[in-house]
């Protein structure tokens, strides 16, 4: 009996011992909102970190995502969506939770590498296959009769950044004339068939509805639409100028604190600067920021000219010439213009 | 095509047989050469038509460049339509929510965040006194309460109420105050309301049983104008409620504490709600439902808690106590002694008194209602200074004031509605001709006041009673949820005072004994 005794006291411990790591593993939730054609990036990422805090920690991470127009998505987060971590389209909409509720710090975009981007893109068109209009640069875009499709830039980071592209373009063609640029973004959205409220709606417009003769989105987004919907159908088309753009992401600070998911949602994002985030990035046709992985990349990006945001005063200035209330966007685009 | 005819073939066969159960054997000879005359010329059918050469595919017709184009139109109106749908579905969870109904009227936004409540309560009355033969009091209608208020919350726990009574004459504004109820465990309230103390002036002014409260009541102030820390604890897995304002009759325990200018016993500021020394009053309660979620339903709804005010006044105004129902006074603070000097035969009487100096009360108070009954009763213990002046003598007087008071109330909902803190609810609201009457309450009452006998030191013993003793029975129709009529009777008798009344001159004896009918009309909402 004795022996017996000895015997399970041994066994409890050694279930106590080996059981102690399951029972300790957390079940973190993490809530990644996101811009809207990230859905099949941060899928796949999502696994690979999981994987990843798994191995390194034992605890299991899931991550849900929420994706939409990026203004909107802000905005959603403003009114109370508990978003551990936010990657959107621009800097300026997330730079809104810091100046309207102090959701996150100021310096919010110093915290992670290359301005808290890590990856860029640009923008670029798909076209029917065959090209049957020749669209080939930002110019083509205003000719009468072309219709086009992009979001709406006051629901949607991209057109925002398409936006942008446009009216920088015009600039570079007309000695910075301020007018010509807008005559030539009001032509451009007088072309536009339908505003959806995000990239991924303009998706669905052009490739799945076949309305429209040319999409405006981002690069990553264009080489998707071959993907699902066939090379055999669209082809991408790339400006001689465009826009770097470089959606920038950040941890919800004061949600993430509520949550206790600080720690995670940190390494979350840091993760997308490791060797593995950054080739999810390359994959997934976004432009990796480490030079070593971009190189592996190089060949899927056509060189273009691109210009950076800062050029015309940076997010904040260009939100509010363009897009707050009664800006350029509202003057030149509207019921009866 | 060949597959096709084949099954049109059998099919016609099979229902062919089936059509013919007791068919003899020449019909299923005729029936057997007429299948064999169709395979026939099926084969030579089937025989020619391979023969035949194949036809071409045809040759796809040009669409119309003009089909094209409105398809295209068409095309993009649909998506247009369908972001436009879009957009207005997401603007529309953007827009406040209205509701009006049962629950009342209300305006809320989409997240719950912000909400303004309207509403209103008038009370039209009518008083009538039988054996009143010296017409000592009036029989009247009058407009007891015409309240239109605002309530709700902004930025989801700052709650707020505003209301005026415009029946009222001096404090039109009963009731302004706002409470930040971040946890349901410690809510902060500052304004006007009313003192946490006598449990029947907490409840609400449309939900009593009666058309007036007991006199325990009158004991405790109406309203005052403070700040209070209140909260609220649930039995263990369980919610606790947030319940804003002076009173929760929800959670298994809640406490108030608070300090207030303190405006007497019945006493309510004027609007501006100036006060006059810096001494507060400080007010505590605690209430409790000990059986609340132990699943004995019949005990659920007991309560039981006490309070209690703890002051020192200066020269604070002192308020006349009248009957329950009738509103008549029997106890006017006015009304002083006088002394005639018997050389000049000149009557001098004491100045009016003031409280002054230490005041306590104390409030046990509890209810229980368990299914269609409810009882209630509490006690009132006011201790405080009277301080008067002998006006032919200058000199001072003081009087240690004592007063006590009490109150058992009993009802019971006959229609089988369940009873409670709060307004009953009919199960059915009044439609005669559907057969619907609404819900009936009976109620009965008992209470008592005494006055302390040091009082008629300084006030005339011709003028106030130090006792009174009143029983009630009333009766409530709910018609439904917000619309009442009240009718109650009451006997209000008087011990220890104002007697009869002769050329101005108490000769001894008690004040009648007062019997008064009174109906309510409310609507409350």
């Given at each position: 009996?004795?022996?017996?005794?000895?015997?399970?006291l041994?066994?409890?411990?050694f279930?106590?011992?080996?059981?102690a790591?399951?029972?300790?593993?957390a079940?973190?939730?993490?809530?990644?909102?996101?811009?809207?054609p990230?859905?099949?990036?941060?899928?796949?990422?999502?696994e690979a970190?999981?994987?990843y805090?798994?191995?390194?920690?034992?605890?299991?991470?899931?991550?849900?995502?929420?994706h939409?127009?990026g203004g909107?998505?802000?905005?959603?987060?403003l009114?109370?969506l508990?978003?551990?971590?936010?990657?959107?389209?621009?800097?300026?909409?997330?730079?809104?939770?810091?100046?309207?509720?102090?959701?996150i710090?100021?310096?919010?975009?110093s915290?992670?590498?290359?301005?808290?981007s890590?990856?860029?893109s640009?923008i670029?068109y798909?076209v029917r296959?065959?090209?049957?209009?020749?669209?080939?640069?930002?110019n083509?875009?205003?000719?009468?009769?072309?219709?086009?499709?992009?979001?709406?830039?006051?629901?949607?980071?991209?057109?925002?950044w398409?936006y942008?592209?446009?009216?920088?373009?015009?600039?570079?063609h007309?000695n910075?004339?301020?007018?010509?640029a807008?005559?030539?973004?009001s032509?451009?959205?007088?072309?536009t068939?339908v505003?959806?409220?995000?990239?991924r709606g303009?998706?669905t417009t052009?490739?799945e509805?076949?309305?429209?003769?040319?999409l405006?989105?981002?690069e990553?987004?264009?080489?998707?639409?071959l993907?699902?919907?066939?090379?055999?159908?669209?082809e991408?088309?790339?400006?001689s100028f465009s826009?770097?753009t470089?959606p920038?992401?950040?941890?919800v600070?004061?949600?993430?604190?509520?949550?206790?998911?600080?720690?995670?949602a940190?390494?979350?994002?840091?993760?997308?600067?490791?060797?593995?985030?950054q080739?999810?990035?390359?994959?997934?046709?976004?432009r990796?920021?480490d030079?070593?992985?971009?190189?592996?990349?190089?060949k899927?990006?056509?060189?273009?000219?691109?210009f950076?945001?800062?050029?015309?005063?940076?997010?904040?200035?260009?939100?509010?010439k363009?897009f707050?209330?009664g800006?350029?966007?509202d003057q030149?685009y509207?019921?009866?213009? | 095509m060949?597959?096709?005819?084949?099954?049109?073939?059998?099919?016609?066969?099979?229902?062919?047989?089936?059509?013919?159960?007791?068919?003899n054997?020449?019909?299923?000879?005729a029936?057997?050469?007429?299948?064999?005359?169709?395979?026939?010329?099926?084969e030579?059918?089937?025989?020619?038509?391979?023969?035949?050469?194949?036809?071409?595919?045809a040759?796809?017709?040009?669409?119309?460049?003009?089909?094209?184009?409105?398809?295209?139109?068409?095309?993009?109106?649909e998506r247009k339509?369908?972001?436009?749908?879009?957009?207005?579905?997401?603007?529309f969870?953007?827009?406040?929510?209205?509701?009006?109904?049962?629950?009342g009227?209300?305006?809320?936004?989409?997240?719950g965040?912000?909400?303004?409540?309207?509403?209103?309560?008038?009370?039209?009355?009518g008083?009538?006194?039988?054996e009143d033969a010296n017409?000592?009091?009036?029989?009247r209608f009058e407009?007891?309460?015409?309240?239109?208020?605002?309530?709700?919350?902004?930025?989801?726990?700052?709650?707020?109420?505003i209301?005026p009574?415009?029946?009222?004459?001096?404090?039109?504004?009963?009731?302004?105050?706002?409470d930040?109820?971040?946890l349901?465990?410690?809510?902060?309230?500052?304004?006007?309301?009313?003192?946490s103390?006598?449990?029947?002036?907490?409840?609400?002014?449309?939900?009593?049983t009666?058309?007036e409260?007991?006199?325990p009541t009158y004991l405790?102030?109406?309203?005052?104008?403070?700040?209070?820390?209140?909260?609220?604890?649930s039995?263990?897995?369980?919610?606790?409620?947030?319940?804003?304002?002076?009173?929760?009759?929800?959670?298994t325990?809640?406490?108030?504490?608070g300090?207030m200018n303190?405006?007497?016993?019945?006493?309510?500021?004027?609007?501006?709600?100036?006060?006059?020394?810096?001494?507060?009053?400080f007010?505590g309660?605690?209430?409790?439902?000990?059986?609340?979620?132990?699943?004995?339903?019949?005990?659920?709804g007991?309560?039981v808690?006490?309070a209690?005010?703890?002051?020192?006044?200066?020269?604070q105004?002192?308020?006349?106590?009248?009957?329950?129902?009738?509103?008549?006074?029997?106890?006017d603070?006015?009304?002083?002694?006088g002394?005639?000097?018997?050389?000049?035969?000149?009557t001098?009487?004491?100045?009016t008194?003031?409280?002054?100096?230490?005041q306590?009360?104390?409030?046990p108070?509890?209810?229980?209602?368990?299914?269609?009954f409810?009882?209630?009763?509490?006690?009132?213990?006011?201790?405080?200074?009277l301080?008067?002046k002998?006006?032919?003598?200058?000199k001072n007087?003081?009087?240690?004031?004592?007063n006590?008071?009490w109150?058992?109330?009993?009802?019971w909902?006959?229609t089988?509605?369940?009873?409670?803190?709060?307004?009953?609810?009919?199960?059915?609201?009044?439609?005669p001709l559907?057969?619907?009457w609404?819900?009936?309450?009976?109620?009965?009452?008992?209470?008592?006041?005494?006055?302390?006998?040091?009082?008629?030191?300084?006030l005339?013993?011709s003028?106030?009673?130090?006792?009174?003793?009143?029983?009630?029975?009333?009766?409530?129709w709910?018609l439904n949820?917000?619309?009442?009529?009240r009718a109650?009777?009451?006997?209000?008798?008087?011990d220890?005072g104002a007697?009869?009344?002769?050329n101005?001159?108490?000769?001894?004896?008690?004040?009648?004994?007062e019997?008064?009918?009174?109906?309510?009309?409310?609507?409350?909402?």
């Amino acid at each position: 009996m004795k022996i017996k005794l000895r015997q399970l006291l041994v066994a409890g411990v050694f279930a106590a011992l080996t059981a102690a790591p399951a029972v300790n593993a957390a079940d973190i939730k993490l809530l990644n909102v996101s811009y809207d054609p990230t859905r099949e990036f941060y899928k796949e990422y999502n696994e690979a970190f999981s994987k990843y805090w798994k191995a390194k920690t034992g605890d299991n991470v899931t991550i849900n995502q929420s994706h939409g127009g990026g203004g909107k998505q802000a905005r959603a987060v403003l009114d109370g969506l508990e978003a551990d971590v936010v990657t959107l389209a621009i800097a300026f909409d997330i730079d809104q939770l810091y100046q309207k509720r102090k959701l996150i710090p100021e310096d919010w975009q110093s915290q992670l590498p290359n301005n808290s981007s890590p990856y860029t893109s640009t923008i670029v068109y798909v076209v029917r296959k065959g090209n049957p209009l020749g669209i080939k640069d930002w110019n083509d875009l205003v000719k009468p009769g072309v219709s086009v499709i992009t979001p709406n830039p006051k629901t949607s980071g991209g057109a925002r950044w398409n936006y942008v592209a446009a009216w920088a373009y015009a600039l570079k063609h007309n000695n910075n004339s301020e007018q010509a640029a807008t005559e030539f973004v009001s032509k451009l959205f007088k072309n536009t068939a339908v505003l959806d409220t995000g990239a991924r709606g303009s998706t669905t417009t052009f490739a799945e509805r076949e309305i429209g003769d040319v999409l405006i989105t981002w690069e990553n987004e264009a080489y998707l639409v071959l993907k699902e919907f066939g090379a055999d159908k669209y082809e991408v088309v790339t400006p001689s100028f465009s826009v770097l753009t470089e959606p920038p992401v950040t941890v919800v600070e004061d949600v993430a604190r509520k949550h206790g998911t600080l720690e995670v949602a940190t390494e979350y994002l840091k993760y997308l600067y490791s060797k593995e985030g950054q080739e999810i990035i390359g994959k997934n046709y976004y432009r990796p920021s480490d030079s070593e992985v971009a190189a592996k990349f190089d060949k899927q990006f056509p060189k273009l000219e691109l210009f950076k945001i800062d050029q015309l005063g940076g997010w904040n200035e260009v939100q509010k010439k363009h897009f707050a209330d009664g800006g350029v966007f509202d003057q030149i685009y509207g019921p009866g213009k | 095509m060949k597959h096709l005819r084949y099954k049109t073939l059998a099919g016609a066969i099979q229902l062919a047989l089936l059509g013919i159960p007791t068919a003899n054997a020449a019909d299923v000879d005729a029936l057997e050469r007429r299948i064999h005359e169709l395979e026939s010329r099926l084969e030579k059918f089937e025989k020619a038509t391979a023969a035949a050469p194949a036809p071409t595919a045809a040759a796809a017709p040009a669409v119309n460049p003009e089909v094209q184009k409105l398809t295209r139109k068409v095309n993009t109106l649909e998506r247009k339509l369908e972001v436009q749908d879009e957009v207005t579905a997401s603007n529309f969870t953007k827009l406040p929510k209205f509701d009006v109904g049962t629950n009342g009227f209300r305006i809320s936004s989409q997240d719950g965040q912000h909400e303004l409540r309207i509403r209103g309560a008038v009370q039209a009355d009518g008083r009538f006194f039988s054996e009143d033969a010296n017409h000592l009091s009036t029989d009247r209608f009058e407009l007891k309460q015409g309240r239109v208020w605002l309530e709700g919350k902004v930025f989801k726990n700052i709650y707020y109420k505003i209301m005026p009574d415009f029946a009222a004459s001096g404090n039109i504004l009963p009731d302004a105050y706002l409470d930040y109820a971040y946890l349901p465990e410690a809510s902060l309230l500052v304004g006007k309301f009313k003192p946490s103390l006598s449990l029947e002036r907490l409840q609400g002014d449309s939900d009593g049983t009666f058309l007036e409260r007991a006199f325990p009541t009158y004991l405790a102030s109406n309203r005052d104008v403070g700040i209070q820390l209140h909260g609220a604890f649930s039995k263990s897995g369980f919610t606790t409620e947030v319940v804003p304002g002076p009173i929760d009759a929800r959670n298994t325990f809640t406490y108030q504490v608070g300090v207030m200018n303190g405006s007497g016993d019945d006493g309510s500021p004027n609007n501006d709600s100036k006060d006059t020394d810096d001494n507060k009053e400080f007010v505590g309660r605690l209430f409790a439902h000990p059986f609340q979620h132990t699943g004995y339903s019949w005990l659920e709804g007991f309560g039981v808690g006490v309070a209690g005010t703890v002051g020192d006044p200066n020269a604070q105004a002192l308020k006349a106590q009248a009957t329950p129902i009738g509103r008549t006074t029997y106890l006017d603070y006015t009304k002083t002694y006088g002394i005639t000097n018997q050389t000049t035969k000149v009557t001098t009487a004491n100045a009016t008194p003031v409280s002054n100096g230490e005041q306590y009360r104390l409030y046990p108070q509890a209810y229980w209602y368990a299914g269609p009954f409810g009882v209630m009763a509490e006690y009132a213990a006011s201790s405080q200074t009277l301080s008067g002046k002998n006006q032919a003598n200058n000199k001072n007087i003081n009087v240690r004031q004592d007063n006590t008071s009490w109150q058992v109330l009993a009802s019971w909902v006959v229609t089988g509605e369940d009873n409670s803190f709060g307004a009953v609810k009919p199960i059915q609201n009044f439609s005669p001709l559907d057969g619907q009457w609404g819900a009936l309450q009976f109620a009965a009452r008992w209470t008592e006041m005494d006055i302390d006998k040091g009082t008629f030191k300084i006030l005339d013993p011709s003028k106030s009673a130090s006792h009174a003793t009143a029983w009630t029975l009333g009766a409530n129709w709910y018609l439904n949820s917000y619309a009442l009529i009240r009718a109650d009777y009451e006997q209000t008798s008087f011990d220890g005072g104002a007697g009869s009344i002769k050329n101005n001159f108490w000769t001894g004896g008690d004040r009648a004994t007062e019997h008064v009918f009174a109906t309510r009309f409310q609507l409350s909402f």
